[in-house]
């Protein structure tokens, strides 16, 4: 019988949306058949909390879930000493989520210091500065479920991943949300007169999409295999960045009416000459509806 | 004696007391809260409809439409299509229905001597997540219900992969969960007909027969359901006597010394939300039926919860029949947020039962932000003078493993509950 890696799934301050979304991914008859949960929040494991906590069961991944406090407690104990325990005997530790990674939603959600494993927003942090070659990131409000089986097939098969700075492999996050976004021809051209409820339009300037300046792969590794958020007309919330959630999210902050958040590596005086260039032309298929009569 | 029940979405502690080998009372404890409202307090109020679907993984989508329909109800004369509104029962139809198929599968299944059914929970539930997607982009934790409608715009072919999912998901239970056809299944009006079919769900209403547990799980016998659309209707039922005046007015919530959960009561009394709630106030015939020969027991319990899948999967059809793709996805509102000073609440059916929000903006600023959750109606604690709806059923039972399978046919969800 083949040896299973074993993963420990320790859900910290978190809405489980992490776990929901793991459950879509497509092929989980084999990755069960690959990978042997000592602990899950949905999926039954041999071991329970109470032993998990208690014990020092053998396990290869440990997966975090939520944002860390020390003043939060699973089963009685501190999230912090499971994973001080766990972070020891493990390979690898994987970061699941914006909240585990970055603090996230819950980073406000009044537990003393309550951040991500090694981040609160872009701050690095000194506890656990010692696992930080462990750690692999993988940022999203939630993760997507190819993002996080692949991910793990990748530590598996002891394949070397290349990391941004902050820990997130560059596979999946050298990209921005923008890339593969169906309305990309609407923001190339700068045509900016977007509503909600249209096929047509790019939310870059006026609705708040932070596509542009956001790091991740929503748009190339489709969601539920069906769509992203962009492509049905809904903003990018830069759910994947440290600083998500900002505020006032539908809406593009913007000072002498350039967006204040540019597209990464773009500075204000390419984006400038761009946007000039674009505005001389008037492209009549963009200015009207894509399916036009 | 207390026993830690997990992979509730956290965890709960219960505090069994017995008397004569019977429990006669169970304390019940959450353990911890992430305090959302206090999170949303200041936050520019569309904001909420991206915080609020992260209130949880698994029916954050009922908190995005309660959101935007509180966000809604705090404006004169805000217009929205019925394109808009249907499009939003429809996805919010699909979260319940993945719901369902994981309670069942994941939770109930094994009970029963049977193995945790995991890839029966995905495959229907990836389904319906298509489906959401398809009008949302992602699910979990979309967010594309806005105030004026909805941000998609659907086309024919949307339609017909939509349709696709739904019909793929009808199958499903057609070959797994009751082995009949669904046309039938619908049409049936006898609780133990049921026990005639083969599939999983007859399986385990026969073991709940066999083991003698027909009469367990019994509570108030009083159902409310407040969210009201074009399938659920808004009411409550007590000992199958309906009525549909009910005020969201004397709904109260009590805070309590040794649990984050409060307790919510209506004119001071407990009462039970949910499938089985809101199949006694719909007077849906087969459930009506159970109760008739069950009362508010697992067996009714249970039984209502998955029949409301075949329900809502047919009832999607009918929604996306009756689509006019001409009318507009999204008609934007009026007056800018920014220059409200407004409340609002909404109320919605999700997974579990009656969801409410209530809201209270400033300038288009969130100033007070509450939400009451369908498992604070079933789940919290109350006293051994005015026990909660699950303690009531857990009460009597001798066995701390039927009491926790009791428990958990509430579908319970630690993280909704405190919130």
Known sequence: MKTKMKILWLSAISCNGNTHSFLNYPYMEQFLDDFEFIYHPVIDSKYLL??????????DILLIEGAISKEYKRADVSIVEIIEKYSKIVQKIVTVGTCATFGGIFRESGYENASGLHFYQEKKLEDFKYLLDKTISLSGCPIHPEILANTLYAIKKSATLRLDNFLRPKEFYAYTVHNGCTRNEYFEYKVDNHKFGELEGCMYYEHGCQAPFTHGSCNKILWNEVSSKTRVGLPCMGCTEPSFPRQNLFSTKKNMSIPESLPVGVNKRVYLTLAGITKAFKIDRLEKKLFDD | MIKLIEKIEGEAKLNFNFKDGKIDFVDVEFMSTRNIENILRGKRAFDALVINPRVCGICGHAHLIATVQALESCYDNLQLSNKAKAIRELTLNFELIQNHFKWFYLTMLPFFGYKQQILKATYPTQLMSKAIAVFGGQYPHTSYAVVGGVVCEITQMDIIKIESYISQTLKFVEENLIKIDSKTLLACKDADALLEFSGDLPDILREIKKRDMINHAKSYDRFIAFGENSFFKKGKSLKRKVSHSISLKDVKETEMPTSFAKNVSYKEKYYEVGPLARAMVNKTALIVDAHKKY?????????????????????????IKNLDLAEPSYIEPQLDISKLTSSGYSAVEAARGTLIHKVEIEKGIIKNYEI???????????TREKLGVSQKAMVGLSDIKIAELVFKSFDVCSICTTH
Not at chain 2, 295 to 318: F, G, H, P, V, W
Not at chain 2, 372 to 382: A, R
């Open chain 1, 50 to 59: 109470q032993d998990i906590v208690s014990k020092q069961i053998a396990c």
């Open chain 2, 295 to 319: 009362d508010d027991s697992l067996y009714s319990r249970i039984l209502a919860r998955a029949y409301e899948i075949t329900e809502l999967l047919n009832y999607s059809k009918t929604l």
């Open chain 2, 372 to 382: 009451i959750t369908p498992t604070q109606w079933n789940l919290s604690g109350g």
